[in-house]
């Protein structure tokens, strides 16, 4: 698979919220493609309405550079190699909760952002939604 | 119900994908909530990148002046009393494909927002989308 | 070809300054990938430096819609089914000089965006470009 | 030479590449004119998305200040004389990869800007680009 589908989106967005449930969160998750395009979103129900264009912007960052957002963050703190690199790409999001989606030869072919609770948490649920697709792609 | 909830939010979009599919045509759809804040989004696979931006705004439009976005566009024309009424909120989309979400009492509790073929065809699929939730809500 | 290489869009730009060059134009043009990305860009000494962006965008309205810009331009215009259809995507530019680049199986890999001369001049250097690339794609 | 012409900006991109292979990486580059305006640009096949808006930036910056971008980033630190320069000019990138190109007179006639690996290898890339050029301009 060269880019990610939308059945296979869906599907990472219902163990991502799955997840979210478990951890007792609310979450918005977004799905972007190849290109760095919005695939899929949901807001979970009492969801925070900031996390909305963050959870969109971790996707797309994670995609950006083919990395998870909290490895560019750790990057682009005062006196790092890649200090302010969030005033790139008309704002980057460099925490945690970004995770791009490799398919089976590594190739990546998309992104998930998820915001709404703490870093960890955030990571934790992304992370469930690329899990739940790793044998279909 | 005061609010869209995820729940219904995508029994809509799955109503819409489905008669999306009926007409041959490949749609982005959007859905916002009663704050006109994005609730959920899917792309189609092969729908048009340049529509993942105008369904959001087809959706937003409609719940920002709780009118078919059509309608606006009538009032938006040259001459017309709200010419160029587009400039505002960051930019609207003011073409058929965006009609707001309204409950048992009339309420506007959100909007749906479709883009990816006629203007004809995405005023029927998020009509399609509005149609399938109205008992629910 | 499922995404347009550097080597390709390098062809297309040195066909599309040739033919500018014929016609006595001093031409920006801008390639996009699959994804609506800028993939290369050439400003012919003596360019209109506000041609850069307007190339640019032409190139990815073109992949936005699969579509020449020209022909969403006539869609656009007062009374016309995508009237301010300008107003999406951060600003769209639909008038002549924007075409998509399709593989031999007629899928869009790409698109080319021309502007620094009349609307007919920025189409035929575009057009220069694409033909020049189809029996490589 | 008072503006780098697009056949130099041609030689410093071959270059760039070529070292950049050398090094293993894949790279976007990108060079601006004396008015710190887009003359050419080429991302390589598989370089970062993120890193085309980034290496436009880092040329740019290099030109708005006829200075390293690697040199602003040392005076934008917190406590630093230019702290959070980066949020002047729509954005600004100020870590390395972005160099001025000065003519024979030392006069600055433009500016390269490289991003797609760590910062010492775009400046390297970078670096190369100008040394193909030294005797030309």
Redesign the interface.
């Given at each position: 698979m060269?880019d990610i589908?939308?059945s296979v989106?869906?599907k990472a967005l219902e163990a991502a919220i799955k997840k979210a449930e478990e951890l007792g969160t609310k979450m918005d998750i977004a799905i972007v493609?190849?290109?760095?395009?919005?695939?899929?979103?949901?807001?979970?129900?009492g969801a925070w309405?900031g996390s909305?264009d963050i959870a969109i912007r971790k996707a797309r960052?994670a995609?950006?550079?083919?990395m998870e957002t909290g490895e560019i963050g750790k990057l682009s703190q005062?006196?790092g190699?890649?200090?302010?690199?969030e005033?790139?790409?008309?704002g980057?999001i460099t925490f945690p909760g970004g995770i791009p989606i490799r398919n089976s030869q590594g190739e990546v072919i998309g992104g998930i952002g998820v915001s709404g609770s703490t870093v960890e948490n955030d990571h934790a649920v992304a992370l469930a939604g690329v899990e739940a697709i790793r044998s279909l792609i």
């Open positions: 060269n589908t939308l989106a869906q493609d190849a290109g760095a395009n919005l695939k899929a979103f949901v807001r979970m129900d309405l909305i960052t995609r950006f550079f083919d005062p006196g190699p890649l200090y302010h690199i005033h790139s790409n008309g980057l």
